[in-house]
């Protein structure tokens, strides 16, 4: 079974400093990997999204993530925060091969504060 | 906007009424879905629609009842509830591609329902 751990459940940044925010998983198989973001009493937004293409994958709002299979991680970055960019992040691999109609699985979450 | 309209926004009931959640997806997707997000735990599929027909169900305790008359809308009835019920409740939309694919499509969700039961 497919699984995703977001390391930190809090990160609290400073504006104009680095974001890391961490996601490892684990699967038997090449999955599809997505970062979502929720701002409060919104709904989920898609960030970005890998599915076996470039490793590297930018989204929107300049955020990016690597996939590095050797390490199965997914860690998500930007170079500078805003303080629009506080927010609960969620990491998530799409469901076992094989089963159908978009199961996912996410993460725990991770809330984002930006300091000024 | 997402393209995904969840109404009502905010729901209080006690447990004896019964109730309905709503979603109108605009983006012409051919799968829906209902998610519960409780505090501190992650987003636990509920059900799964795909060209109205169910086609998943992550053993959802009966008090809830869902219903997809088209591939636009999405209902979630609601009876009987329990304290623990009460979370955020979000429909979500997307263009699948059948049976025997992975889903690498995304879905679009809606800003969900806070429900509290009483």
């Known amino acids: 079974a497919q699984s995703v751990t977001q390391l930190d459940s809090h990160v609290s940044v400073s504006e104009g400093t680095p974001v890391l925010l961490r996601c490892n998983y684990s699967?038997?198989?090449?999955?599809?990997l997505f970062w979502y973001v929720q701002h409060p009493n919104k709904g989920l937004q898609l960030l970005l999204k890998?599915?076996?293409?470039?490793?590297l994958v930018k989204g929107i709002n300049g955020f990016e993530a690597e996939f590095k299979k050797s390490e199965t991680s997914f860690h998500l970055t930007k170079p500078s925060a805003h303080m629009s960019d506080a927010a609960e992040y969620f990491c998530?691999?799409?469901?076992?091969?094989?089963?159908?109609?978009?199961?996912?699985?996410f993460g725990q979450g991770t809330i984002l504060t930006v300091h000024p | 906007e997402t393209g995904v309209t969840q109404t009502p926004r905010h729901l209080v009931m006690g447990m004896t009424n019964k109730k309905s959640l709503k979603c109108e997806q605009h983006?012409?997707?051919?799968?829906m879905y209902w998610y519960k997000q409780s505090a501190k735990k992650p987003l636990e599929l509920m059900f799964v629609?795909?060209?109205?027909?169910?086609?998943e169900n992550n053993s959802v305790p009966s008090r809830f009842s869902p219903e997809c008359p088209n591939s636009s809308h999405l209902f979630l009835h609601l009876h009987t509830l329990q304290p623990e019920d009460s979370a955020l409740y979000l429909c979500?939309?997307?263009?699948?591609?059948?049976?025997?694919?992975?889903?690498?499509?995304?879905?679009?969700f809606g800003a969900g329902t806070r429900l509290s039961v009483l």
């Open positions: 979500a939309s997307s263009q699948e591609m059948g049976d025997s694919k992975l889903a690498k499509n995304i879905q679009y």
């Open positions: 699967s038997s198989y090449s999955p599809s």
């Open positions: 890998y599915t076996s293409a470039a490793t």
């Open positions: 998530v691999v799409s469901g076992p091969k094989g089963t159908s109609y978009g199961k996912l699985t």
């Open positions: 983006l012409g997707h051919n799968a």
């Open positions: 629609y795909s060209l109205e027909e169910r086609v």
